[in-house]
Nanobody, 117 residues
């Protein structure tokens, strides 16, 4: 099993920036993919950005809109999401997901991002 620890959420004004962090521990030797999702109350989780751990290939969802940048630290088994020019519609709980090859997917506890207008 992989354990995930997220941090970096908070309250910022419209146009501001936040950097989310997600550190993985446990059975990370078989890590295949890591990603960020967002979720509003009563709605399904939506893909934001992800990285194929084995190749480093990064992909973005529609909500990233060229304002978000995903990066990683291989030594720390961590990913980061730099979010710039944030708008109120970016308000959500953001979750980190790890997809190992040989065990179940893991989710973080979520970090709240709130953008005030």
């Amino acid at each position: 099993q992989v354990q995930l620890a997220e941090s970096g959420g908070g309250l910022v004004q419209s146009g501001g920036s936040l950097r989310l962090s997600c550190a993985a521990s446990g059975s990370t030797f078989s890590l295949y993919d890591m990603a960020w999702y967002r979720q509003a109350p009563g709605k399904e989780r939506e893909f934001v950005a992800g990285i194929r751990w084995t190749t480093g290939n990064i992909r973005y969802g529609y909500s990233a809109k060229d304002r978000f940048t995903l990066s990683r630290d291989v030594a720390e088994t961590a990913i980061f999401l730099q979010m710039n020019s944030l708008q109120p519609e970016n308000t959500d709980t953001y979750y980190c997901k790890a997809e190992p090859q040989y065990c179940e997917d893991s989710w973080g506890q979520g970090t709240q991002v709130t953008i005030s207008s």
